[in-house]
């Protein structure tokens, strides 16, 4: 298994060879090997201080994590630095590249893919589109700040801030992700830091909360036990293989045949449960998520505890506010965000290439300027997931691209209008909540 030798008086560093069946034992939590360019990394001890946490590396133990590995980082030199230590071995010379059957031509082209889009500058982005994109952002802000001013607080005044605000929090959720995926500056360093500000004082919500469920999902998308997103058993059932697994097992936390109908409930229940967030002692905090402590409040929080006057700020009214709100944009991101993964496959590993796993838990929604922006360009899902650090306002040049290779594949590319693409996560919640009755009645 191992090769040495001397040169010039001097010992040679052994090299180890691996073979597939080996690694793929590697994949305990107590023991994680994994495979990137065909060089073999130990990285047991080295997920816990995983920047994007331990369990999105943890989730490609025993595999090939070579498009992942390119797909999450925009400096994979300087990460390079860091794998050195970790470096145990190669795959043996007989070994093929990828794992467990794949097809290894598929996974070459999809590469060849990657390198002409970043020989394009796919990967670069406009400063002036996120320039204007933010300052649209604070400029509904402003306007809400004027509003108040001059208007007072009547219900009138009230209902339209809180379709302003709607709309600049649905539009700062999109553009926390842009800088959470590293997709706005060359550095990381810079990305992160505006990321902490977007989600903590625009959102009200924590970065590193974001980061550690985020990346699980796009690492491994609707795949039950690795993507956080679809691990709802208390509240859904989802996909065709779940709902009959826990019927014949008889769980029945709710009346998972009804969940289409109550995903709306949801939906009204929320706003009464965000701002729990932002009354909640600064002690309690701290032992409930120390990350979030500092970034707590809402900008919307700023100018009507500090900025807007007293005789403006009756507490009813600001609550009405609150909670109206909160409730239209959860809307917003709950159904953006879903028609594109809900109606899709979800299921058990399957081990497939890059591009097949992402393809299959994704779809995209047709484009048109207020599609792109109503969904901070989240219709174009695939080519998102695909290709997470590319800047969104060039995800259009790509998209003819990966469509191409697709259909040399064979790989299913699906793409719909909007308003199909929100039935359909409601079809899909009763399918599965019947699956789930007729095996919970008859299995």
Sequence with gaps: MGKGGEQGGEPEEQIRFYTWEEIQKHNLRTDKWLVIERKVYNVTKWANRHPGGQRVISHYAGEDATDAFQAFHINPTLVQKFLKPLLIGELAPGEPSQDRDKNSQLVEDFRTLRKTAEDMNLFRADPLFFCLYLGHIIAMEVLAWLMVSYFGTGWITTLILACILTTSQAQAGWL??????????????????????????LKGASANWWNHRHFQHHAKPNIFKKDPDVNMLHIFVLGDTQPVEYGKKKLKYLPYNHQHEYFFLTRILRPFLIPCSHVLPIPLWSRLDPSRVPQATLFPDYWEVFVVPKQFGLRKKRTFK???????????????????????????????????????ATCNIEQSFFNDWFTGHLNFQIEHHLFPTMPRHNFWKVKPLVKSLCAKYGVQYEEKPLGKAFVDIVGSLKKSGDLWLDAYLHK
Excluded at 181 to 198: A, D, E, G, R
Excluded at 346 to 357: A, C, N
């Design 176 to 201: 926390q992700h842009d800088f959470g995926h590293l997709s706005v500056f060359k550095k990381s360093f810079w990305n992160h830091i505006v990321h902490k500000f977007v989600i903590g004082h």
């Design 322 to 360: 609150r909670h109206t709100f909160v409730f239209l944009e959860s809307h917003w991101f709950v159904w953006v965000t879903q028609m594109n993964h809900i109606p899709m496959e979800i299921d058990r590993e399957k081990h497939r290439d890059w591009l097949s796993s992402q393809v299959a």
